[in-house]
């Protein structure tokens, strides 16, 4: 007769069993089981004088796991080890001689994004952290857990193939830079849905023949850089605020489709609390729709915002990752000349300026404001400003 909760084996039984009952009833016995590969239920009425057909191996097991030591433990974990990295490190390989992610690089993506099913932040971390870097990780992780298949990557068009560069060498993903030469070459065929990973720019993609290739694509994950150039204008019909409107069009058409997003940017409102409210309503349109100015926008308690300061950044040792940063203001007194010049150099930038403001020319504009940092310089430095203009 068999005790509840031994495991017993015999031809009688196609696999191994575990005893639920096992009852004598005149001649037999009546034997209840669950087999333990299959959890199939099995019913059985044998004769007494058979019941040594079957075999105990609890004591058996027990004998075997009794001989088991640490060190069989720490071998079995090392293969467990070896085996999973064998099957992700080419989907990964994050770490490798070409990089080596920063602990502020590894908190914000491994602590903070992939926290959570649907990834949609803001990382407006001061210049020089390496947001690029952190987009990469965070598109090798959720390519490695099968999370994103097609990424599109909306960037300025001088650092489009600065971006192509990095992440070829540093994540080995090779993204293809979408632009007019590449759309005549395809003709009728939308290049953007050709491509899984697709880089262009987001004054071009903002392009009314442009942007319906790019919703008609429709990518798994969207990432922004100085996503900022997408403010809403509320109010305005000057040549600049029709431009933005329509990337703030773009952005509201391609964002709110995409399972996750990523908007970057080291200036995340520049003062303007109704503005970045508008912009925030690209990450979470219900959250952001309709509140108060100040209302969940801080950066501390947003949680859709990842922002750290360079004074705040460390290397694994601890050691600041910038040097500090010091501020000096230092008085001087300027001639009589010098200061004719600065009053008419200060004259000549505000009236131009203004006009360029006006006009919708931003181009003119940010030269009128590099004319007064030329001046604040140097002599020489403004002389041949002003004679080149």
């Known amino acids: 007769m068999f005790n509840v ?37 099995f019913e059985l009425m044998i004769e007494k004088e058979k ?8 004591r058996r097991e ?26 992700y490190s080419k989907s990964r390989a994050l770490g490798n001689k070409k990089l080596l992610p920063l602990p502020h690089q590894i908190e914000a993506v491994y602590s903070r994004m992939l926290q959570v099913p649907q990834i949609r932040f803001l ?26 298949e097609r990424v599109l990557i909306l960037v300025p068009p001088l650092v489009m193939k600065q971006w192509q560069e990095e992440l070829n060498e540093k994540f080995q993903e090779q993204f293809r ?37 790019i919703q008609e694509a429709e990518f798994d994950l969207i990432i922004v850089d100085e996503h900022t150039k997408w403010l809403h204008i509320l109010m305005g019909r000057s040549r600049r605020k029709r431009h933005v409107q329509k990337l703030y069009q773009l952005g509201e058409s391609i964002l709110r489709k995409s399972s996750h997003c990523l908007l970057l940017t080291a200036t995340p409102h520049k ?25 969940s926008l801080k950066e501390k308690t947003n949680p859709f915002i990842i922002r750290r300061l360079k004074e705040n950044l460390k290397n694994f040792d601890g050691t600041p990752l910038f040097p500090k940063r010091t501020t000096k203001t230092i008085q001087f007194t300027l001639t009589d000349e010098e200061l004719a010049l ?21 181009s003119t504009a940010f030269a009128m404001m590099l ?19």
């Open 5 to 41: 909760g031994e495991v017993v084996t015999g031809v009688h039984f196609p696999e191994s069993v575990e005893i639920k009952r096992c009852e004598a009833y005149g001649d037999y016995y009546i034997i209840e089981a669950i087999g333990r590969e299959t959890n199939q239920f």
């Open 51 to 58: 019941l040594n057909e079957l075999e105990v191996l609890s």
């Open 62 to 87: 027990e004998k075997e796991k009794s001989s088991i030591t640490p060190l069989d433990v720490q071998k079995y974990i090392q293969y467990l080890m070896l085996q999973n990295e064998s099957k």
């Open 123 to 148: 990382l407006a971390d001061d210049p020089g952290a390496g947001k690029t870097i952190m987009s990469g990780m965070l598109i090798k992780e959720l390519m490695a857990r099968f999370s994103v």
């Open 177 to 213: 830079i979408i632009n007019r030469s590449v759309l005549n070459e395809y003709g009728r065929e939308n290049p953007f849905a050709v491509y899984n990973l697709c880089i262009a720019s987001i004054y071009w993609a903002a392009r009314d023949e442009i942007k319906p290739l």
């Open 271 to 295: 003062g303007d609390m109704e503005n970045f409210r508008h912009l925030m309503r690209l990450v979470d349109e219900d959250i952001f729709s309709n509140i108060g100015e100040y209302e």
């Open 342 to 362: 600065y009053e008419d150099v200060t004259q000549y930038v505000r009236e131009h300026f203004n006009r360029a403001i006006t006009n919708g020319s931003n």
């Open 371 to 389: 004319l007064q940092r030329r001046l604040s310089s140097s002599l020489d430095a403004i002389y041949l400003s002003l004679k080149r203009t």
